[in-house]
């Protein structure tokens, strides 16, 4: 049974930062692809991140280039995303999500598992 559980979540000020965790209880964690997604009310969910497990490529949403980063540690089986310059328009609940594949993709549809989420809010 693979369990995705994200950490980091809360209530910032536009300009601060946050970072979240997602770790993840599976036996071999260093191939796969992690990813992280987002999902405002009544939006569509939305990619934000993913990294490789073997080379340590990354994908980045436009949306967030520049201000997001994804980094993992495999030794502790956690991916990240630290969020900085936060924005009104990033407030949304943030899910991690594995793909039993190492290629990276902004796919959603691709993932194999999902964490239950954090909520991130960014107010004004």
């Known amino acids: 049974q693979v369990q995705l559980v994200e950490s980091g979540g809360g209530l910032v000020q536009t300009g601060g930062s946050l970072r979240l965790s997602c770790a993840a209880h599976?036996?071999?964690?260093?191939?796969?692809?992690m990813g992280w997604f987002r999902q405002a009310p009544g939006n569509e969910r939305e990619f934000v991140a993913a990294i490789n497990g073997i080379t340590d490529g990354t994908l980045t949403a436009e949306a967030v280039k520049g201000r997001f980063t994804i980094s993992r540690d495999n030794a502790k089986n956690t991916v990240y995303l630290q969020m900085n310059n936060l924005k009104p328009e990033d407030t949304a609940v943030y899910y991690c999500a594995l793909r039993r594949a190492t290629q990276l993709t902004r796919s959603g549809n691709l993932y194999d598992y999902w964490g239950q989420g954090t909520q991130v809010t960014v107010f004004a």
């Open positions: 599976i036996g071999i964690f260093s191939i796969y692809a």
